[in-house]
């Protein structure tokens, strides 16, 4: 147990980092607010694309929350 000052920004931090992975859940919730025709994108309806978009972005988050987890140096 770390009962240092920099033990418990540590936490604060993951548990921010970890929020993160909330964004992507989120931004697919509700379908209904997505679910459209239009814009189309090298014509693939925007249902599609928008999907397929928060896939890589959940991706880029997933990665960026793992590092900042790994960043701690607690040796896990």
């Known amino acids: 147990m ?3 000052p920099e033990g418990g920004g540590r936490r604060r931090r993951r548990r921010w980092a970890l929020v ?3 964004i992507p859940f989120v931004a697919l919730l509700y379908p209904p607010f ?3 025709l239009t814009p189309r994108f ?3 309806p925007f249902f599609i694309w928008y999907q397929f ?3 890589v972005i959940g991706v880029v988050v997933t990665g960026v ?4 987890d790994r960043g701690d140096g607690d040796g896990r």
């Not at 929350?65 to 900042?68: I, R, S, T």
């Open 2 to 4: 770390d009962t240092t």
């Open 20 to 22: 993160l992975l909330l």
């Open 34 to 36: 997505y679910a459209s």
């Open 42 to 44: 090298a014509g693939i």
């Open 53 to 55: 978009l928060w896939v």
């Open 65 to 68: 929350v793992y590092a900042l």
